[in-house]
């Protein structure tokens, strides 16, 4: 039997039983019946500062000198998941302060005065990811600007940006009642992250002119 594929669902919520987290539990729910083994995080459990000035708070051996829990979640959680899946409520028509820090909080680790930065620039990359969100409002352009930063983050890192699911709710679990079916969408998400079809092509990218198999 081969081992299970493992999927990080990170969770930028403050809320424990909102609208995020309800999605986060569908795309766990999917993966798990896929046979992945699935870690679920809530990232203000593990960072309390954003990043500073690396210059000044670096510590001599080269490590972090933010005295959180980020690193076990950088190095335990996100190096070895092969897929993620980033679910944040929409705040200000961004990602929540929570998932921002969280990419922010990743420099301290790739910069080149982090000893060990080949290995993590190595292992951030070729991931495949996901993007959950959550907001009150339903006019398209409200997460416009979340997709594209999740795009441009997957394309920077070699990774394979598969697919985005959005809910519409506001107060506790509200999401459940959208008649566009996000907690269906983001289950299917979770259960189809290591198989779902990718193109991305360039101009010069091999292809055999066909996306799906016969």
Known sequence: ??????????????RRAGNSAALAVAVQRGAEQAGSAVTVRFIDDYITSFLRDCRACRLPDGECGI???????????????????FCSPV?????????????DRTFCY??????????????MS????????AS?????????????????????????????V???????????????????????LGREIFERRYSDYRLDTPRSGKVWPL
Do not use: C
Request: proline share 6%; glycine share 10%; charged share 20%.
């Open 126 to 133: 070729g991931k495949r990811i996901g993007l959950v969100m």
């Open 91 to 103: 705040y200000w028509y961004g990602l929540s302060a929570q998932v921002k820090a969280f990419f």
């Open 166 to 188: 959005r809910g519409i709710g506001n107060s506790r679990n509200e999401v459940t009642r959208d008649p566009g079916d996000p907690m269906v969408a983001a289950e299917q």
């Open 1 to 14: 039997m081969s081992e299970s594929r493992k999927l990080l669902v990170l969770v930028g919520s403050p």
């Open 67 to 85: 005295a959180d829990r980020f690193r076990p979640l950088f190095f335990d959680d996100f190096l070895p998941a092969e897929g993620v899946v």
């Open 110 to 123: 790739y910069a080149a005065s982090y000893p060990g930065s080949a290995r993590v620039i190595e292992q």
């Open 136 to 164: 009150e409002e339903t006019y398209p352009g409200a997460s416009l600007g979340i997709i594209h930063q999740i795009q441009e983050y997957s394309r920077y890192t070699h990774s394979e940006f598969v697919g985005v």
